[in-house]
């Protein structure tokens, strides 16, 4: 495997993807890690320094391990690495007058560099970067410069040393996902066995190991990454001893109930908790608006319902499933620490039942080594449904965050009728895929329209359409104008209480992607 020790740079997560990418397992830790033996085990067979938001003069900046300046195994540095490294080997590292940002044509001043092979002179690199290597270190060589002259590329094959100036894990880099297997498979000799089919072996056996024959409770949302947990619990594990537990909130989107069940019984779900908590959530939110008092009340009721059906459904001891991501680890700062450590924090992390069970040492993450297009991949892969596995994301409060103001039984219907229609239309148009996020909000102006000769008071609807990559920021989708019409007039005609229909323009930020 190849190893990389993250600084907090924006794109060191693309790193460990791309890699992965070629075949090759690669992982994150700490840019800091002490390298002892335990980390570096006899299978890494190279390490890469990652980017970083910081300086390398600043005070306070991240250092690796001195002792990554002389393994003997092969190290790349990129941006902040080659910076980190060349400063700490004797060369000079300065501020730049003007900071080299985005594209910038390499070109090459030594042609046989293994990092280069394959890839031609002049290819496109992506630059991110305020300083620059003002001289090299001794016995480093310069390889490459960018087209503002800059040094792009050094080496020290003596010491088994090469130091990128620009970020090959961003998809604008031109050959750049080439240079990182040139480096993990040529130059590192790692071997190409990470796959899907392997993950789900792996997985497997530290399930058996881990749970044994005790129970296992998964809570499933309807989402992507619970479901793919459950495919993958019930596939490596006895199913007799997997509860899989649905709370139905009342603000689940149209026929999800349905659609979860069956799902769950096709991947052979023996105990599935299909709990109807309806009446639980929507009679304490009666009369509330206020958007954080909902989520609070909401967030409770989970709490309270899960302690109830649990103690119902469960008896003895067990073990609690959760569907966290790679990235969530890492987000919730359990992965890497520095500056940009705790950017949110995991939505699932904090509820009594997970903090108890963690305390315990009876939760299991079978997902946790994955990226979402790796959890996607793996979910076709246990045979779920395309629809599901590249389905949006959803809110854990669901449509309580969807209808503003206050939260009834029948205004949650008539959102679910219209989000339903503008779900599949979108899927019927071939713009489903194209956006990631897209929903209806129930709005609490009623405004004045016409049937046949009666004036009369219906609801205005907003849809909202998004393209992001991660859910930090938004752009608005560019919604074809036949499309959106033909929508609108769908909506209008189909459900009654809706008078108006209107599409959000704002960005993220200055606006976010849900309404409340
Ligand atoms: P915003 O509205 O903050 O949303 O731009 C960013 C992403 O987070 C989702 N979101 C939530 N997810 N509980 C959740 O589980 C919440 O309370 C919540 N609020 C927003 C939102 O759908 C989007 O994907």
Excluded at 14 to 20: F, N, S, V
Excluded at 110 to 119: E, M, R, V
Excluded at 390 to 395: A, D, L, N, S, V
Excluded at 427 to 448: M, T
Aim: glycine share 10%; with cysteine.
């Amino acid at each position: 495997k190849i190893l990389i020790l993250d600084f907090g740079g924006q794109t060191s997560q693309l790193i460990g993807r791309r890699i992965r990418d070629a075949g090759v397992y690669a992982e994150i830790i700490h840019g800091d890690t002490e390298l002892t033996d335990q980390i570096l085990t006899s299978d890494v067979k190279g390490l890469i320094l990652s980017g970083s938001p910081y300086s390398v003069y600043e005070e306070g900046s991240p250092r690796p391990d001195k002792k990554v300046y002389s393994l003997d195994i092969p190290v790349l540095g990129i941006c902040y690495g080659l910076q980190v490294t060349t400063w700490e080997n004797g060369g000079k590292v300065a501020p730049l007058h003007t900071k080299e940002y985005g594209r910038s044509a390499i070109r090459y001043r030594k042609t046989d560099c293994p990092l280069l092979k394959d890839i031609p002179d002049n290819f496109v690199s992506w630059m991110s970067h305020g300083d620059s290597l003002d001289e090299l270190a001794p016995g480093f060589d310069l390889v490459a410069e960018s087209e503002h002259d800059l040094p792009a590329i050094v080496e020290n094959r003596e010491k088994g040393f090469w130091g990128l100036q620009f970020h090959p894990e961003v998809t604008h880099c031109e050959y750049g996902s080439r240079i990182l297997e040139n480096f993990a498979v040529h130059i590192c000799g790692a071997s190409k066995g990470w796959s899907m089919d392997k993950y789900v072996e792996d997985a497997a056996e530290r399930l058996k190991k881990q749970v044994g024959n005790e129970k296992v409770l998964l809570l499933i949302s309807g989402g992507v990454d619970s479901t793919v947990a459950g495919g993958l619990l019930l596939k490596s594990l006895d199913p007799k001893n997997i509860y899989l537990m649905y709370i139905d909130t009342g603000m689940m989107r149209k026929n999800e109930t349905e659609k979860v069940s069956e799902n769950l019984k096709k991947l052979g779900a023996e105990n599935l908790l299909i709990i109807d908590a309806r009446d639980r959530f929507l009679g304490p939110l009666e009369g509330i608006s206020d958007p954080e008092t909902k989520r609070k009340s909401i967030g409770d009721t989970f709490i309270r319902v899960q302690e109830e059906e649990i103690a119902k459904h469960i008896s003895g001891d067990y073990f609690l499933a959760q569907g966290t991501l790679y990235t969530d680890l890492i987000e919730s700062g359990k992965g890497v620490g520095n500056k940009a450590g705790v950017i949110k924090s995991h939505h699932n992390v904090g509820t009594p039942l997970v903090e108890g069970k963690r305390k315990e040492g009876k939760i299991v993450e079978p997902l946790d080594m994955l990226y979402k297009d790796e959890v996607r991949r793996l979910g076709l892969l246990l045979g779920i449904e395309e629809k599901i596995v590249y389905r949006h994301p959803f809110p854990g409060p669901g449509l309580g965050i969807r209808i503003i103001g206050d939260v009834t039984e029948e205004k949650c219907d008539i959102l679910r009728e219209a989000d339903s229609i503008y779900i599949e239309e979108l899927h019927k148009r071939g713009l489903y895929s194209r956006i990631w996020q897209a929903f209806a909000v129930l709005l609490p102006v009623r405004s004045v329209g016409v049937t046949g000769d009666a004036r009369e008071y219906g609801y205005v609807l907003a849809l909202r359409a998004v393209v992001s990559h991660d859910g930090m920021t938004a752009d608005v989708f560019d919604f074809p104008t036949k499309d959106l019409l033909e929508i609108s007039s769908l909506i209008t005609n189909k459900v009654k209480e809706i008078g108006r229909v209107v599409y959000d323009i704002s960005s993220k930020p200055p606006s976010t992607i849900e309404w409340e």
